[in-house]
């Protein structure tokens, strides 16, 4: 049953967009059709400042949800933050506003938790408009696997570290479209965190969570579907900056998560494939620069050599969209 601002809250549902109205508008009717009377469910909305006004008309149509205006688009992150201290549940059922959701989804992972107190965060498998299943086995960042041609090489090993029995994954990591995890597990690892401003975020929750000795589990015997990418690939300029912003935060989770030799062969191993890896294919997108595709990667080089050069003169990784970038004004 959909709550409207009410205690004893089974689920809190947050779900942070940004200028996604339509993807959200198709979200929040598949979780009124999936409302069940078995839990007390709330929905929390975070508009990352779409500032477009479309929130009045939805606060009109969705009375029941809560709606939270934040005061930036101030990333992925951040706004999950927000909306978790706006919630009330016992689970937090963090949700991509381009996903639509039903009834066995919900029931199942929150079944899973009430019974596997050691699992810190549940997902479940995503299947995109076209019937196709997102790759639900993910590894952790790390000489192994942070380039295509090392995990070709340890597949064999990589793969053993995973564990699949009774319809659940023992992945490392999950995508942070679909993350269920309780209130308690929420506050011990402290959050998401804010350091990453898009992408990245996901993948640490996860590892804080095996860091504590939790353990991140997916079901397989139910599913979301998820149009990926609906509110953050809309177009050329849109995707440049998201495309900018998962190598900026691959460099934030390795200055997050290493020390030492590994901190420092892992960073320049990044850098030389972002400024040397791609050279072949900046040089087409400028002869081609009329090609959308090839012009992206033009664009997106030049704008990762600014965020190097910023890097530098600033000392620190963060991107300057972080909410903990040191020279932020907000």
């Known amino acids: 049953m959909l709550e409207s601002f009410s205690n004893n809250i089974d689920i809190s549902i947050i779900i942070v967009t940004y200028k996604s109205w339509n993807d959200l508008r198709n979200c929040l009717l598949s979780i009124k059709e999936a409302n069940s009377l078995e839990l007390k469910l709330e929905v929390v909305v975070v508009d990352n400042c779409s500032n477009d006004g479309n929130i009045f008309e939805f606060k009109k149509e969705f009375p029941n949800l809560k709606f939270i205006e ?31 959701i039903n009834k066995d989804s919900i029931v ?24 196709s299943y997102e790759n639900n ?17 340890n597949k064999s090993n990589l793969i053993k570290r995973i564990k699949n029995k009774n319809n659940v994954i023992y992945t490392e990591w999950v995508s942070g479209a679909v993350v269920f995890i309780s209130k308690f597990w929420f506050d011990k690892i402290n959050g998401w965190n804010e350091d990453f401003w898009m992408y990245f975020e996901d993948v640490d929750l996860s590892k804080k969570v095996t860091d504590l000795g939790g353990e991140i589990c997916l079901l397989t015997n139910t599913e979301i579907i998820h149009n990926h990418g609906g509110s953050s690939r809309i177009n050329i300029k849109t995707a440049l900056i998201t495309k900018t912003e998962v190598l900026i935060s691959k460099h934030v989770y390795i200055r997050n998560h290493f020390k030492g030799f590994k901190y420092f062969i892992l960073q320049l191993l990044v850098v030389l494939n972002n400024l040397i890896g791609k050279i072949i294919s900046v040089i087409l997108g400028l002869i081609f620069f009329f090609v959308p595709k090839l012009r992206l990667k033009a664009l997106l080089y030049f704008n990762i050599l600014k965020y190097y050069f910023s890097s530098l003169k600033n000392k620190t990784w963060l991107s300057p969209k972080s909410m903990n970038y040191p020279h932020k004004s907000v």
């Open 108 to 131: 199942k992972m929150f079944t899973f938790l009430e019974k596997h107190a050691n699992c810190g965060i549940v997902s479940c498998n995503q299947k995109n408009t076209k019937g």
């Open 137 to 153: 086995i993910r590894f952790f960042p790390n000489l192994e696997t942070l380039f295509g041609l090392f995990r070709v090489i």
């Open 70 to 100: 934040n005061t930036g688009n101030n990333g992925f992150a951040n706004g999950c933050n927000l909306g978790a201290k706006n919630a009330l549940g016992k689970y937090l059922f963090f949700l991509n506003p381009d996903t639509i």
